[in-house]
T-cell receptor, first 109, second 112 residues
Framework: GEDVEQSLFLSVREGDSSVINCTYTDSSSTYLYWYKQEPGAGLQLLTYIFSNMDMKQDQRLTVLLNKKDKHLSLRIADTQTGDSAIYFCAELGTGKLIFGQGTTLQVKP | DTAVSQTPKYLVTQMGNDKSIKCEQNLGHDTMYWYKQDSKKFLKIMFSYNNKELIINETVPNRFSPKSPDKAHLNLHINSLELGDSAVYFC???????????FGEGSRLTVL
């Protein structure tokens, strides 16, 4: 079945890079996504990557995809306190988006 | 201009009651969803509608009944509320079969 796994917590210092990792099971997923949820708010789409790409860069965000290992990562360069949130990895399964458990990113000043 | 709006934002009620949450989107999307987020932040799809037609119905108790009067609205009615129904319910919309979802702010339901 479809399953997406993430580590639950990451703490970094302001200015450092953050790397959030995710593994998924459905090798037929065409797109993989990263969403961000700030406290008390809904999820917002941050970025996505097509399954035939290895890397996608968008300003401070870099997404790496290792399709062989079914591993996806999100790197945030120069992490700021405003980046503190929960980050969800998701794969597009059979007509629906399957989310990981979410990684809480804590940014310390 | 709120893209996906849901009401109410907070709902506190007693076990056994019936309650509804409403959702509206002004993005012109074909597909709307209800997701449930539990206390551990785990997000699970409940229902998906495309142009008023039910296309995904996960293993949700039949006390939960979605209704889509038109493609811009998707409401969720819950009968005989139980303690385990306490959660944040998110409405979302997307172009058909896309993973680019736009979420509402969530409706926090607390069942006492």
């Amino acid at each position: 079945g479809e399953d997406v796994e993430q580590s639950l917590f990451l703490s970094v210092r302001e200015g450092d890079s953050s790397v959030i990792n995710c593994t998924y099971t459905d090798s037929s997923s065409t797109y993989l996504y990263w969403y961000k949820q700030e406290p008390g708010a809904g999820l917002q789409l941050l970025t996505y990557i097509f399954s035939n790409m290895d890397m996608k860069q968008d300003q401070r965000l870099t997404v790496l995809l290792n399709k062989k290992d079914k591993h996806l990562s999100l790197r945030i360069a120069d992490t700021q306190t405003g980046d503190s949130a929960i980050y969800f990895c998701a794969e597009l399964g059979t007509g629906k988006l399957i989310f990981g458990q979410g990684t809480t990113l804590q940014v310390k000043p | 201009d709120t893209a996906v709006s849901q009401t109410p934002k907070y709902l506190v009620t007693q076990m056994g009651n019936d309650k509804s949450i409403k959702c509206e989107q002004n993005l012109g999307h074909d597909t709307m969803y209800w997701y449930k987020q539990d206390s551990k932040k785990f997000l699970k799809i409940m229902f998906s509608y495309n142009n008023k037609e039910l296309i995904i119905n996960e293993t949700v108790p039949n006390r939960f009944s979605p209704k889509s009067p038109d493609k811009a609205h998707l409401n969720l009615h819950i009968n005989s509320l139980e303690l385990g129904d306490s959660a944040v319910y998110f409405c979302a919309s997307s172009p058909f079969s896309s993973g680019e979802l736009f979420f509402g702010e969530g409706s926090r339901l607390t069942v006492l």
